[in-house]
């Protein structure tokens, strides 16, 4: 290997250097180059049907292994991966949109190139609102500190950056300068005593403290410091449905999922009683949290965020999330007796009766104990996530679901990204109907690159989150026979299921396929729904801005 | 049907008497409200699988039927339609893009609500980018005359605009007055006069003047025009890949689709030796014109767009291209005598030989003898949309491609909006194997509105435009068997096809089969390709800033 660096060669160890092993996209004229450096280089190119899939992929490799990649042409390409990129963005998963772009010297001659929209920097103005730092790479002087910039941004705020390399400059030489010493996240040192002394000071105190552990903690690498935090005093945590399996769902002293009145009653009633609430890193978003039907009281929590922190009604700023979550950990708290808490049942495995239709409360039973220790499950928004949210699941992280932003078709491809991530984990996916027919072909990159995720697709007929809302003919949409998909792909195992018995013999007969990906189509009745649809669409349907 | 207006019902009604009849897009809570105030009125909702084929289908609608619109929810929604959005932006077609929005009292009180990326205008910001005109109905006082404004504006530019409904405001009465009188276009009648008379001039000192006409005259509805002014002069015209089927492609006058290098030689040849180009409405872009290997000499040029008249080196502004266009068919221009010109030649019916391997070349001789008065052709870009431009297209404005934008995956959603749009024709898809595992799958939505297009998929096993330029792994897809898709569907009829018998046996099936559509998988040999393409792709590998 020589060591004369490009604009891209550059580009790519330094992915390389943060972990990054696997880049997603489809390739277009104007970044073939780009590919062309990727295939040569040691990360390995996953193309995928279509943009879209690209962009999921990589926010949920981003979500499970701390940095993600794309890399597509110029706005026939860009354009396509706006909407999973301020996925990304809502729900702070740091993926790298590297895009191809026309020549600088073609910009100056030729004023109608193909893709363009409106001025070349169309593409560039829109992902300034998406992302937290962009740049175009049309200097060599400068390519090198840029890259470094961006990718420092990606990984400081944990949100997506956009990469434009115009194709002239794809295989420019740089002289990369030494690079900057990392730029020290630094809290101010007395904010942060006075916020961690306040912190204990009201921690002590407390009767009934509660921890919510949210998203953040895994985002920011700080779920060792929960559990040293939990060990040392004792004190109950819950998650929400964002930040899901931010801690092993069967520690002690979880409580379970908090989600207001859509989760479990005795989790509301053990936090909305609680005198002194420890928010670390939650999200308080709607969705995530029950649709407002939550009753957090501000006054009595202690509320941390990468952006700030706040106390009752006053805030903390300059104070790294880490550095004080760390500073908790170690800090002097001191430990509560064990008392009685509502821990999450456990799961049951219910005796399949032969010719018994399937229910949405059946098939998630019969999954939560079907679940193993290398199980991840992705749930799609809709009833695939809410209802998921009762299930247990085993390790640290292994539930997956844009539980803020909820952009339906997240599932399929977010496996191949989890699945290449994370080789020994098996996907276990959870998707509507509805949404399975956005990206659900995707499964034909899941075969090119040898994996073996297991797909349920809830078959209700349509968009039955939107039914109890307001409903109407467009809310159907035309039933395909999933199970039959693997005849289009040449691999994969399909099975229809209508019963209890036929549930049980697939997701037996899936736990043998393990050469490929396994699709059960579960024909639910378009009414059935998960209890805490149920609530959540009767709180929703008070406020579609039409009265019917 | 009472009189009370809301401002939903008002931006209906308005679509309706722009001639809108079909509005495509997926539901979502935010626009739940106004799908339903649609499913109440005349037009019909045409809910596609995924938002992208919405929007691509809306955008082949607007150029059929001079006015498109989807609806959407936010963000979610929006954010997937920004790439198809941008084509329409490039390339004048007027699309309605309708979005659901979280409601003006929500805003205020909520700020992490469902789907929102940064602020509550970040989808609005990146719609300013890709549209004519924006506007967000929050306010009754004003909602009309916006909607007015808007929707003028589309009409105007022939291009997209971004209306957004606070799902609070869809219900919302108001008392809309009296339209305003449309705002006339106007051009300055000094400057339309001395452009007018300085291109009489030219045009009847001239030896050899030739005519292209660009896409602008069927945006404008100018075709009329053009053919009178043909009639009258007898000058010969071409037209490009853009604007293919502008005219008649059997009309005597009738060159081909002038293309630089690309194209058939003799057009080349007859354009480029003119000593008066006259081109209406043309879009000088690099696809469109056979990726500059054109030598159109703008010092012999009378240029019209809809933008400005340029002739030779000076312009004129403030002049409509509808004034011009008719002034000059109305002129006194003198009429030529007939002469030699290389009409396109007819289409032969090559014999299929058994077991004779289709080839490129083969397939579309086959195809262009197989069009019909009632074809349309849709191709995708790629080899598709190259080795189309030799057919022959019967009607006029029959032939749609995005020849400048040329974004993947338009084709199979376009003819969902075509067909809706002329029920009397049935399209004829021309889809690349790559471009098809984009948004192949809405024909799930054609089987459901009960179309009945007739989809080639030229399978060459990848990116085959591609790989002249610059190969590797990435240009490789996963095989699919496109002829099943039928058997997941449970509608059409597929056709798995490797020799000219199967393809004759095909097409006579393909012709007998209206019902619902019919798929033919045409296996190509990967290095099989038009000759257009071929010298496309070797103009286009030099500059792809990669030696290799």
């Known amino acids: 290997m020589n060591n004369v660096h490009t604009i891209s060669s550059y580009l790519i160890n330094k992915l390389y250097a943060h972990g990054v092993r696997h880049i997603f996209g489809v390739p277009g004229d104007y970044a073939l180059g780009i590919y062309k450096e990727l295939e040569n280089s040691r990360l390995e190119v996953i193309n995928t049907c279509d943009e879209q899939g690209a962009g999921f992929a990589a926010d949920a490799y981003a979500r499970i292994s701390g940095l993600g990649a794309i890399c597509i042409t110029y706005c026939v390409g860009g354009l396509k991966v706006a909407n999973t ?30 893709h363009k929209v409106r001025d070349f920097d ?11 730092a962009t740049t175009v790479l049309d200097d ?20 997506p950056v956009y990469i434009e390399v115009p194709r002239d400059m794809i ?10 010493p990392e730029t020290a996240r630094m809290s101010d040192g007395n904010t942060l005593q006075e916020a961690l002394h306040e912190t204990i000071d009201i921690i002590n105190a407390a009767d009934k403290p509660v921890i919510i552990a949210g998203v953040e903690l895994h985002r920011f690498g700080l ?41 479990r009653e005795e989790v509301r009633e053990y936090v909305e009683s609680s005198d002194c609430l420890i928010l670390l890193g939650v999200f308080l978003s709607d969705v995530n949290l029950g649709i407002f039907t939550d009753h957090l009281d501000l006054g009595k929590s202690i509320y941390v965020t990468s952006e700030k922190i706040s106390i009752h009604y006053h805030t903390y700023e300059d104070v790294e999330i880490e550095d004080f979550v760390r500073a908790l950990a170690e800090a002097d708290i001191r430990r509560r007796e064990d008392s009685d808490i509502p821990n999450p049942p456990p799961p049951q495995s219910p005796d399949p009766v032969t010719g018994n239709q399937v229910t949405v409360r059946y098939l998630f039973q019969r999954l939560n104990s079907f679940l193993g220790d290398d199980t991840v499950v992705i749930a799609d928004p809709g009833d695939a996530m809410f209802a998921a949210v009762d299930m247990t699941i085993h390790g640290a992280a292994e539930f997956i ?40 072909m ?52 399909g099975f229809d299921i209508r019963t209890e018995d036929q549930l049980e013999n697939a997701l ?16 639910l009745d378009p009414n059935d729904r998960s209890l805490a649809l149920e609530r959540l669409t009767t709180t929703l349907s008070k406020r579609i801005g039409h009265n019917n």
């Open 140 to 159: 060599p002087q400068t390519a090198c500190s840029e890259i470094d910039r961006v990718l420092g941004a990606a990984l400081r705020y944990k949100r």
């Open 223 to 263: 779920q060792e410091m929960l559990l040293r935090f939990l060990d040392k005093s004792n004190i109950p945590v819950a998650s929400t449905i964002l930040s899901k399996s931010v801690i092993v769902e069967t520690h002690p002293q979880y409580l379970g999922v908090y989600e207001g009145a859509m989760g």
């Open 85 to 114: 990129t301020a996925q990304a963005f809502a729900e702070k998963s740091p993926v790298v949109v590297i895009s191809g772009a026309p020549g600088i010297n073609e910009r100056r001659k030729n004023p109608l190139l193909h």
């Open 442 to 493: 995707e499964l034909s990159t899941i075969v090119r690159f040898h994996l073996n995720p297991i797909i349920v697709v809830l078959n209700n007929q349509g968009y039955g989150t939107e039914r109890p809302m307001v409903d109407g003919r467009f809310n159907d949409i035309h039933l395909w026979n999933y199970s039959r998909i693997p005849e289009i792909l040449g691999a994969g195992k």
């Open 171 to 180: 295989s420019v030489p740089v002289n990369p300068s030494r690079p900057p």
């Open 122 to 132: 169309t593409q560039l103005k829109v992902f300034e609102q998406l992302t937290v």
């Open 508 to 523: 037996q007969e899936a736990q043998k396929h393990t050469d490929s990906f396994c699709i059960l189509d579960v024909h």
């Open 401 to 440: 679901s844009p539980a803020y932003y909820t952009s339906l078709g997240f599932a399929v491809p977010a496996s191949l990204g989890i699945q290449l991530a994370k080789p020994a984990l098996r996907p276990l996916v959870l998707v509507g109907d509805g949404a399975f027919q956005m990206t659900g």
